[in-house]
């Protein structure tokens, strides 16, 4: 095992207790650490699984209604350089205690090289991807549904029932629709396409609003996309929601809810759906979690003035 | 491997690879995962390193001069049951490309049952105890130097040189002082008796203000206790502070930089040297560091009409 390398995340790999010679130079570490939180819900277990991130360079169209100063205002106001936009990826899994259910899949490394930790991290959590029960999809956005398959085509998750929502799953898989599209609308189309067309069968749509596995109640957060979902987990007396990109980096869209980013089909639908469910986790202190937020992607909100700002979780043992 | 095990946090230990019978229930993981997270300062790498939580309880007197009820609200502002207040542990690594530099130690596990994962998380990193070159001690509260020794009384660093705050050791191992002490600074005398007495000629006094080893200059920042110090590390053109106790939970301690918690040897000492690093780290934009700030323990502070809020880094890959 090489210098560099031991120094190395090691996801579920024996870590040699090697040392070094006395007074050598200590090499550099070329892996940021595990990325896995768990907190708990009444009864339930949650386990937030670290993708990573992607750095997405923005221009002055990126806000439809703001401008290219006002979004690197925001950006260095949370001391991020300009002009990137770094999109942050955090799957949640939710042990209910007799089903392992996870909320979005990752990018399982096919977005970009920065990204694609999901399944190291699963295994750093001790859990096969084999004894995953359910996979709830929020929408069909590559960076959530592209952990579904390998690159290859195989499933990552042989046991684990699909459900997706039933007006995402009509909108992508129409090819009516397909046909008017172009640039990366298109390439969502064809993506969809790759991950779902042999699985038509086997995959499961669930009407936004419905309880889709008991205690997990789907909501209606459409505009993001047509059938964008996100969802509320109940368990005792308690409750979150997991809001899906209803809510993305919390410096941009949490303290200026009516900023229509070109990543919401419709703008307008996006804001209406933001801040209904900003208004109820800030009104009913709820936990929230948000695919998107800074791992460990959960907290609470707080209405300011002028937006919301996030609370982060203060990491704590279990 | 018992199915409950299998789902823990594995410090540095083989993960087997093992799947659940098909249906069966995910048993809930039993502890939390690794606190281990990497940034960048210059050509230096970071880590820092979870320890765990204290959770104290607090009563009306534990702010000099807040109400129990305004120290409640706080809490209640982050997000926190009031009455009691969490103190993270969160060691920090420097690996200057030549030496490994640890400031501050841990508890050891010998304050609480809910703090003493340095050392695993320290494996996590893939790192082992006799590597470190150099430790550097903010203060002699037990919080910050029981990770120098084992509960049994051996080293746990065996090639660490142990750099300390000169103030402080002349307070702390001072037999007339101690003569006054009672209560909990008795019990400080007393620790800080069992971890130096025997390492009195081998460990190593400097003179806050001092560069204590290349690259990471002292800052005297009194109050908190009689040599308590902070650290200001620069590689290439950046620079970063290590605040130590300065500063403790940002909620209450930077939100509300007047408060003097009986922590604070001398109250209104420890406010104007909370106020002036907190000043400079927000006037300067500076990355900070703080050894009780929510892991992993570094942001940016950001000046508010009444205070200062923490700006947390955004977990990022390295």
Redesign the interface.
Known sequence: MSALS???F??????A????P?GA??P???????????YKLGSY?L?AL?D??WYVPIDDKFIRNASGADVNKALA????PPRVL?I?FTALLV?T????VLIDTGTAGQLTD??G?MLANL??????P??I?TILISHFHPDHIDGIKTKDGDKMFA?AEIWVPEPEWKFWMDDAQMSRAKGPVLRYFLNSRRIFSDMAKEVRQFKPGAEVVPSIVSIPAYGHTPGHTAFAIHSGNQSMLAMSDTVRNPYLFARHPDWQPIFDMDGALAVKARRTMLDRAAAD?MLVEAYHF???AC??M?KTATGYEL????????
């Open positions: 031991r120094r190395s090691l996801a579920g790999a024996a870590l207790a090697l040392s070094l006395a130079a200590a550099m570490a070329s892996a940021q650490g595990p990325g896995v939180y768990r277990q386990t670290y990573g991130v106001a949370a001391f991020l770094p942050s042990n205690g007799s089903k392992l920065t990204a930790s295994a750093v959590a001790g859990i096969s084999v004894e029960d046991n202190r800074p791992f460990p907290g609470h707080v609370v982060p979780v203060e990491w704590q043992p279990l």
